[in-house]
Nanobody, 125 residues
Framework: QVQLVESGGGLVQAGGSLRLSCAAS????????MGWYRQPPGKERELVAK???????TYADSVKGRFTISRDNAKNTEYLQMNSLKPEDTAVYYC???????????????????WGRGTLVTVSS
């Protein structure tokens, strides 16, 4: 089982910046894609950004040009740099990682998603 722990959430004024971190532990060798989802108050969870093992990134249209996702594979950690924050970015942000199952030194499909517990980001106007 992969364990994910987020940090870096908090309260910030509109236009400000925050950096979220997500540290993975246990069976990290089989992790592939990592990313961030968010769930605004009263709304469904939505993809914010994701990054492959090789560094290919995907962003939601609403955050393009403002958010940057990155990862440090040696540290099993991913980051979400959030700039020019808006009140509509207020949400609980969840880290996720896709990982196959480690069996006798190999990574065996299918992959499954693992989730962190979430960190609250509040952007005041």
């Amino acid at each position: 089982q992969v364990q994910l722990v987020e940090s870096g959430g908090g309260l910030v004024q509109a236009g400000g910046s925050l950096r979220l971190s997500c540290a993975a532990s246990r069976n990290t060798r089989c992790i592939s894609t990592m990313g961030w989802y968010r769930q605004p108050p009263g709304k469904e969870r939505e993809l914010v950004a994701k990054i492959s093992t090789g560094g290919t990134t995907t962003y939601a249209d609403s955050v393009k040009g403002r958010f940057t996702i990155s990862r440090d594979n040696a540290k099993n950690t991913e980051y979400l740099q959030m700039n020019s924050l808006k009140p509509e970015d207020t949400a609980v942000y969840y880290c996720y990682a896709d990982a196959e199952r480690p069996v006798q030194g190999m990574c065996v499909m299918p992959a499954r998603a693992y989730w962190g517990r979430g960190t609250l980001v509040t952007v005041s106007s």
